[in-house]
Nanobody
Framework: QVQFVESGGGLVQPGGSLRLSCTAS????????MGWYRQAPGKQRELVAA???????NYADSVKGRFTISRDNAKNMVYLQMNSLKPEDTAVYYC?????????????????WGQGTQVTVSS
């Protein structure tokens, strides 16, 4: 079972930036599509951005043009660069393996959920 550890969250003012990192266990990380998800208080977890094993990306409409997902297979890492942050981006952010999300075919995360990293956008 692949496991993930998220980091990089924090408190930032509106318009600011953060870079989230996700470390994945397992020697076959490079074959997995990956996704970043978030869950705000009282809301369901939602897909934010995804990347296929080949580097194709897909974004939720709410973050297009502001967030960028990337991966480094040599380091078993996935990143989420978040710019122009808004208060509505406040949530706990998670990463997970997802073989379909990068193709825009819905979301089917299948790994174990980590603890997530809290992102708070507030003045």
């Amino acid at each position: 079972q692949v496991q993930f550890v998220e980091s990089g969250g924090g408190l930032v003012q509106p318009g600011g930036s953060l870079r989230l990192s996700c470390t994945a266990s397992g020697s076959i990380f490079s074959i997995y599509g990956m996704g970043w998800y978030r869950q705000a208080p009282g809301k369901q977890r939602e897909l934010v951005a995804a990347i296929t094993s080949g580097g194709r990306t897909n974004y939720a409409d709410s973050v297009k043009g502001r967030f960028t997902i990337s991966r480094d297979n040599a380091k078993n890492m996935v990143y989420l660069q978040m710019n122009s942050l808004k208060p509505e981006d406040t949530a706990v952010y998670y990463c997970n393996a997802d073989q379909v999300a990068g193709y825009g075919l819905g979301s089917k995360p299948f790994g174990s959920w980590g603890q997530g990293t809290q992102v708070t956008v507030s003045s």
